[in-house]
Each structure stands twice: as C-alpha cells, then as structure tokens.
C-alpha cells in the first residue's frame, strides 16, 4: 500500500494478518513427537554427511541464535556456535556477567526483550524452572542445552550415535549406571519416546526423578547392582558422579559410587554388540575405568561430535518450522 501525500493511515481500513503458528520449543524430550525425533536424528546424519563433503549449506543466513550460558560448557557452546555459523547464521554467547540476567533482571522481562532481537534462544543453566518461564514469555524458540532436570540435546546425540553404529533402538535394552542426574531423567524420556526398556544401576538415595519413574512404569527398571542392570544391555552409559555445583559433595559421592564405575570388564556382561557412551566431560578413574574410553566399544568421541549435528537439525527443524 502506497499513501498520498494528502491521506493519513487513519484513511485506510486496519489489515490484520493472519495468526501464526505457536511457537515451538525444545525443553525436553516430551516436546517432539517419535517421528519428528527420528527425523531430527536422520536429518543430522545427513548434515554430518554434508559436513565432511565439506557442502556449504545455509539456510539459516541472516539468523540470529542467542546463548545464554549460566553453566559453562566446552561442548554446548562449541557445537551451538560452530552449528549456527556453517549454517549461514550468527551464534550470540551471553554470560550471566554479560547480562541483565546476572543483575536481576526479571526472566520475563529478559525473555520478551531478547524475542524482539533474535530468532532463538539457546539456554543453559541450573533451575529447570528458569527455562520454563523464559520460554513461556518467549515468542521465538527456546532450546535447553542443559537444566539441573534434564539435558534433552544430549539425547539426540546419543541416540545418533546408537543409530548410526547399530540400527534401531526400538526393542533394545539400555543400561545407565551412575547418578539419578539431568542425563538419567532424559534417558527415561528417552525410553517412552524410542520405545526401548532402561536398566538404572544406582546407590540408595540417588535415583532420578520419582514422578518420571512412575510415568514410565515397566520400561525402567531399578537396579542396586551395575552387573545385574549391565547383563545383556546392548548399550551401556554414564556420567560424572558429581555434576556441576555439587563439587561439595565429591568426596562422599565416591564412596557411595564406588561399586558403580563402567570397565571393559562389566562391558563383557552386556550383549555382544553393546557400545559405551558417556556425554563428557569423564573422569577417568571414577565413573569409567581408566581405558574405557579408549576400549573399541567405546563411541564416546562420535557422540560428543554428533552433539554439532544433532543440534544443527534441531536448527533447522525449530527455526524453519516456527518461520
């Protein structure tokens, strides 16, 4: 529409468009369907095909990603960064010294300021709850790349790398020794969502989430014993026993761990086509021996990479869906 150099806008009738889409966002793994998770990890084998032909692809050119880091991390900033630039966008890291946030700026507040700025927003921190409220007051799409709750990004990775060394994970046993922590919790999501059974080796006063426990029922099993959790698994995983913020508590998380460490020895005990994973950073000589990474069961280094592609699709799909 044109206007003349006599008419006001108050001439012309108001237009509304149509209403968008609601936005999607991604704060776990509940928040994809099994065939839109499936097609995400596809999608990322295929970007990391593309990667190593070396195929410029860029989709999301003139798109802004911001993240927002309250827990530093060598692999989410890494992999977010690098994803966003080699698909024609720009990755934006803000710390809590960076911020408005650090200062006390209400979350809602943040939210609705950077929703007129970027075009998603990547957060990793501690209270699941701060993310829940950022992305209710979001109108762009809010990516969780890690809560004291959950880290569902790290379960696209996983779940790649499984994929992609043994097929389908439908049917399959899955053993997590260690902590109840973040990535326990998402790994029972995981379960309900790819349809395979859970083994959760682990000490008294450790278990995940009990409502998560309650929800996914008969698919997860809880064991005291890494061995019986271990036996027959067709894959095996773990974390470190004290997360992030819970240094404090390293001392006495060794003693109650100490019969939960991941050797090549306790891999024997899984089924014969079993690989390890493990989401870094690990302390070898704690929760894995200290050449079970280095064991050729091990696809601990193909899984930390994946987390680049996985999340590339990830990309995609929220940004071109929600576009």
């Given at each position: 529409?044109?206007l003349?150099?006599?008419d006001?806008l108050?001439?012309?009738?108001?237009?509304?468009e149509?209403a968008t889409?609601s936005?999607?966002?991604?704060?776990?793994?509940?928040?994809?369907?099994?065939?839109e998770?499936l097609?995400i990890i596809a999608?990322?084998s295929?970007l990391k095909?593309m990667h190593?032909?070396?195929t410029v692809?860029e989709?999301l050119?003139?798109?802004v990603?911001?993240?927002?880091f309250?827990?530093s991390?060598t692999?989410?900033r890494?992999?977010?960064?690098?994803?966003m630039n080699?698909?024609?966008?720009t990755?934006?890291?803000?710390?809590?010294?960076?911020?408005?946030?650090?200062?006390g700026?209400p979350?809602?507040d943040s939210?609705?300021?950077?929703?007129?700025?970027?075009?998603?927003?990547?957060v990793?921190t501690?209270e699941?709850?701060?993310?829940a409220t950022f992305?209710?007051?979001?109108s762009?799409?809010?990516?969780?790349?890690l809560t004291?709750?959950y880290?569902?990004?790290?379960?696209?990775?996983?779940?790649?790398?499984?994929?992609e060394a043994r097929g389908?994970i439908a049917?399959k046993t899955v053993?997590?020794i260690?902590?109840?922590?973040?990535m326990?919790?998402?790994?029972i999501?995981a379960?309900?969502?790819?349809?395979?059974?859970?083994n959760?080796?682990?000490?008294?006063g450790?278990?995940p989430m009990a409502?998560?426990?309650?929800?996914?029922g008969?698919r997860?099993t809880?064991y005291?014993?890494a061995g019986?959790a271990?036996?027959?698994?067709?894959?095996?995983?773990?974390?470190?026993?004290?997360?992030?913020?819970?240094?404090?508590?390293?001392k006495l998380?060794?003693q109650?761990?100490a019969?939960y460490?991941?050797?090549p020895?306790?891999?024997d005990?899984?089924?014969?086509?079993?690989?390890?994973?493990?989401c870094l950073?690990a302390h070898?000589?704690e929760?894995?021996?200290?050449d079970m990474?280095?064991?050729?069961?091990?696809r601990?280094?193909?899984?930390?990479g994946?987390?680049?592609?996985?999340?590339k699709?990830?990309?995609e799909f929220?940004?071109?869906?929600?576009?």
């Amino acid at each position: 529409m044109r206007l003349k150099s006599h008419d006001s806008l108050l001439d012309y009738p108001l237009i509304l468009e149509p209403a968008t889409m609601s936005v999607r966002h991604f704060l776990t793994l509940n928040d994809l369907s099994q065939s839109e998770a499936l097609q995400i990890i596809a999608r990322a084998s295929e970007l990391k095909q593309m990667h190593k032909n070396r195929t410029v692809y860029e989709p999301l050119k003139g798109r802004v990603l911001a993240m927002i880091f309250e827990k530093s991390s060598t692999r989410t900033r890494v992999s977010f960064e690098a994803g966003m630039n080699q698909l024609g966008g720009t990755a934006i890291f803000l710390s809590p010294r960076d911020t408005q946030l650090g200062r006390g700026e209400p979350i809602e507040d943040s939210a609705r300021v950077l929703s007129e700025m970027v075009d998603a927003v990547m957060v990793r921190t501690f209270e699941h709850s701060k993310i829940a409220t950022f992305a209710q007051y979001s109108s762009v799409p809010v990516i969780n790349a890690l809560t004291d709750d959950y880290h569902p990004c790290q379960l696209l990775a996983d779940m790649q790398a499984y994929i992609e060394a043994r097929g389908s994970i439908a049917g399959k046993t899955v053993t997590w020794i260690g902590d109840g922590n973040n990535m326990c919790n998402s790994y029972i999501n995981a379960a309900m969502l790819f349809d395979f059974k859970l083994n959760i080796a682990c000490p008294e006063g450790y278990e995940p989430m009990a409502a998560l426990l309650a929800q996914a029922g008969q698919r997860v099993t809880l064991y005291r014993s890494a061995g019986e959790a271990c036996r027959g698994a067709h894959l095996v995983t773990t974390d470190v026993w004290a997360s992030m913020g819970q240094e404090e508590e390293t001392k006495l998380r060794r003693q109650a761990f100490a019969d939960y460490q991941v050797s090549p020895a306790l891999l024997d005990t899984a089924d014969a086509e079993a690989i390890f994973l493990h989401c870094l950073p690990a302390h070898r000589g704690e929760e894995v021996s200290e050449d079970m990474l280095d064991d050729p069961r091990s696809r601990v280094f193909e899984q930390a990479g994946n987390r680049l592609h996985a999340q590339k699709a990830l990309l995609e799909f929220l940004l071109l869906n929600n576009a």
